[in-house]
């Protein structure tokens, strides 16, 4: 398989590993009800990372519509890798060389780490769309193929993005469309996208045909004779001796089917020998109630309706191209049940947010999402304000009265470990359990399972943590005993141990000193 080369890519290839962990915090005071949706500020590499110990192959559907990188400086969004944010970041990780890469590489840099996380978070059934327009979308195909695997490409689909054609082009050509890259995570199944639904309107019953409602099919093949010469022959109907010959590709159905149509009496006869046989189609006999979803995709769904949705929140422009709510939704449904997690995490003004909400009062669903966003500015003005007008309704809402539900908003607020290697000060029970499970068992934590000290089990091992105080969490024999109830292997990490190395193999026990014995991921 053929494989992207930039400069720089030597320096991010394994970037996702070198990055510490941070700790997501709650913040109270922009977050709004009590449901389990999220909103993260921050950099959306760290957040991806610090999301790792509770979502690490639990995320149905990515969705992301990263920076373009057409170097149009005058977006409240900057689409552009040279903002302040990514300059820095290339400069800290790529060193004083990234101030000599060109657009390509930087934004290469730039998105390259953030997808192998991605690809990491996304569940073993998951689909992950990227949205992108020309100027990046071929090196994104190879990128994509490189991260996810060439045989998990699932389709590019094309969205007519503008209603109107460009003038202003320089080159006679007015871009009207961007693409939407689809991976899936593990190609064991044909089906990703569940279909459009069937139109059945078509079906009639004009002769009142016990089989119930059908359509007319053609019944012309579709190759010529040297390709498929049993499909070249005569049709003649057998009550009244009518030849109607043979089409120049033939028919689409061999001799034997074609007397078994006829003998079901599943043709349709013209009266006149110059027409063409069809073959009655009945409603119930179909496989399936879809059809295959359109690599064209969003009829009459267009950049200006997602410009609209923002102007009728906050009665002005204050953010230029947002995605419409509807498209992201025609993703959702093609791909999501009503109790999976959605991430974006480019995540603006909150569009995928909104399509959740909307789409989970509509049908009655329990979906989640997961924002993220860089800019605190615009998750703090624009993302938050417009997920409460959502969820409390607004004038020309789809839902004035509101959609309900609620978001976490959550800030990176530290790391796991300090630059010494011990465990941060800010770092509480919960977040050093989630992260010693994901280490040590590569799976999702359930918060809600944890009875201090016990974490939990996996296969054998019982994975325990005292930590209830710097350098005060000891295993001693007393602590032991309390931990009776727990049969097999005891992973056990504290502080300090007064059990020596011979009690613990005769007891079954492993333990590991905090902070030595963390496994760095």
Same mark, same amino acid.
């Given at each position: 398989?053929?494989?992207?080369?930039?400069?720089?890519? %030597?320096?991010?290839?394994?970037?996702?590993? !070198?990055?510490?962990?941070?700790?997501?915090?709650?913040?109270?005071?922009?977050?709004?009800?009590?449901?389990?949706?999220?909103?993260?500020?921050?950099?959306?590499?760290? #957040?991806?990372?610090?999301?790792?110990?509770?979502?690490?192959?639990?995320?149905?559907?990515?969705?992301?519509?990263?920076?373009?990188?057409?170097?149009?400086?005058?977006?409240?969004?900057?689409?552009?890798?040279?903002?302040?944010?990514?300059?820095?970041?290339?400069?800290?990780?790529?060193?004083?060389?990234?101030?000599?890469?060109?657009? &390509?590489?930087?934004?290469?840099?730039?998105?390259?780490?953030?997808?192998?996380?991605?690809?990491?978070?996304?569940?073993?059934?998951?689909?992950?769309?990227?949205?992108?327009? !020309?100027?990046?979308?071929?090196?994104?195909?190879?990128?994509?193929?490189?991260?996810?695997?060439?045989?998990?490409?699932?389709?590019?689909?094309?969205?007519?993005?503008?209603?109107?054609?460009?003038?202003?082009?320089?080159?006679?050509?007015?871009?009207? &469309?961007?693409?939407? &890259?689809?991976?899936?995570?593990?190609?064991?199944?044909?089906?990703?996208?569940?279909?459009?639904? =069937?139109?059945?309107?078509? *079906?009639?019953?004009?002769?009142?045909?016990?089989?119930?409602?059908?359509?007319?099919?053609?019944?012309?093949?579709?190759?010529?004779?040297?390709?498929?010469?049993?499909?070249?022959?005569?049709?003649?109907?057998?009550?009244?001796?009518?030849?109607?010959?043979?089409?120049?590709?033939?028919?689409? *159905? %061999? +001799?034997?089917?074609?007397?078994?149509?006829?003998?079901?009496?599943?043709?349709?006869?013209?009266?006149?020998?110059?027409?063409?046989?069809?073959?009655?189609?009945?409603?119930?006999?179909?496989?399936?109630?879809?059809?295959?979803?359109?690599?064209?995709?969003?009829?009459?769904?267009?950049?200006?309706?997602?410009?609209?949705?923002?102007?009728? /929140?906050?009665?002005?422009?204050?953010?230029?191209?947002?995605?419409?709510?509807?498209? /992201?939704?025609?993703?959702?449904?093609?791909?999501?049940?009503?109790?999976?997690?959605?991430?974006?995490?480019?995540?603006?003004?909150?569009?995928?947010?909104? #399509?959740?909400?909307?789409?989970?009062?509509?049908?009655?669903?329990? =979906?989640?999402?997961?924002?993220?966003?860089?800019?605190?500015?615009?998750? +703090?003005? /624009?993302?938050?304000?417009?997920?409460? #007008?959502?969820?409390?309704?607004?004038?020309? #809402?789809?839902?004035?009265?509101?959609?309900?539900?609620?978001?976490?908003?959550?800030?990176?607020?530290?790391?796991?470990?300090?630059?010494?290697?011990?465990?941060?000060?800010?770092?509480?029970?919960?977040?050093?359990?989630?992260?010693? *499970?994901?280490?040590?068992?590569?799976?999702?934590?359930?918060?809600?399972?944890?009875?201090?000290?016990?974490?939990?089990?996996?296969?054998?091992?019982?994975?325990?943590?005292?930590?209830?105080?710097?350098?005060?969490?000891?295993?001693?024999?007393?602590?032991?005993?309390?931990?009776?109830? *727990?049969?097999?292997?005891?992973? /056990?990490?504290?502080?300090?141990?007064?059990?020596?190395? %011979?009690?613990?193999?005769? &007891?079954?026990?492993?333990?590991?000193?905090?902070?030595?014995?963390?496994?760095?991921?």
């Amino acid at each position: 398989m053929p494989q992207l080369t930039w400069i720089g890519k %030597d320096k991010v290839e394994n970037h996702d590993k !070198d990055l510490p962990f941070r700790v997501l915090k709650p913040n109270k005071n922009l977050s709004f009800g009590e449901d389990d949706n999220l909103l993260i500020q921050g950099d959306n590499l760290e #957040a991806l990372k610090a999301l790792m110990p509770f979502y690490h192959g639990k995320i149905k559907f990515i969705y992301i519509d990263p920076p373009y990188n057409t170097g149009n400086e005058k977006w409240v969004y900057n689409d552009k890798v040279n903002s302040p944010q990514i300059r820095a970041w290339l400069n800290k990780v790529v060193g004083p060389e990234g101030e000599d890469l060109c657009r &390509h590489d930087k934004w290469l840099c730039m998105i390259y780490p953030r997808l192998k996380l991605l690809s990491q978070l996304l569940s073993d059934d998951g689909v992950i769309c990227v949205s992108i327009n !020309d100027i990046e979308q071929a090196n994104l195909k190879l990128l994509m193929n490189e991260i996810f695997g060439e045989t998990n490409f699932i389709t590019t689909l094309i969205w007519k993005s503008r209603q109107n054609k460009d003038n202003r082009s320089v080159n006679g050509v007015s871009i009207d &469309h961007e693409y939407i &890259h689809c991976y899936c995570k593990n190609n064991n199944r044909n089906k990703f996208f569940k279909g459009d639904e =069937r139109k059945v309107d078509q *079906y009639k019953n004009p002769d009142n045909d016990s089989r119930g409602l059908w359509v007319s099919s053609n019944m012309v093949g579709i190759l010529p004779e040297d390709q498929r010469p049993n499909c070249h022959y005569d049709l003649i109907n057998p009550d009244t001796g009518v030849n109607y010959g043979k089409p120049n590709l033939g028919w689409r *159905y %061999d +001799k034997n089917t074609m007397n078994r149509l006829i003998k079901e009496d599943r043709i349709l006869w013209p009266s006149n020998a110059d027409g063409r046989p069809r073959r009655k189609v009945f409603l119930n006999e179909l496989k399936s109630e879809t059809t295959g979803f359109s690599s064209v995709i969003g009829e009459h769904v267009f950049t200006r309706q997602g410009s609209g949705e923002i102007f009728n /929140i906050f009665q002005k422009r204050v953010f230029d191209f947002p995605k419409p709510p509807s498209l /992201i939704k025609i993703l959702i449904n093609q791909i999501c049940g009503d109790n999976d997690i959605v991430l974006d995490s480019f995540a603006g003004t909150g569009t995928t947010g909104q #399509a959740v909400l909307e789409l989970n009062k509509t049908e009655d669903a329990t =979906r989640k999402f997961i924002l993220v966003e860089i800019d605190s500015e615009i998750a +703090k003005t /624009i993302t938050v304000p417009r997920l409460k #007008a959502v969820i409390n309704g607004y004038e020309n #809402a789809l839902y004035p009265e509101g959609t309900g539900q609620g978001f976490q908003y959550l800030d990176l607020n530290g790391e796991l470990f300090n630059k010494s290697g011990f465990v941060n000060q800010v770092v509480n029970y919960e977040d050093l359990a989630s992260y010693i *499970y994901f280490t040590e068992t590569k799976s999702y934590l359930d918060l809600k399972t944890i009875d201090k000290p016990f974490i939990g089990s996996y296969g054998s091992n019982n994975y325990i943590l005292l930590f209830e105080g710097k350098g005060e969490n000891v295993l001693d024999e007393k602590v032991l005993k309390q931990l009776s109830k *727990y049969s097999g292997k005891k992973v /056990i990490f504290a502080d300090k141990t007064l059990l020596d190395d %011979d009690y613990c193999e005769k &007891h079954n026990i492993v333990f590991k000193q905090i902070p030595y014995e963390l496994k760095k991921y």
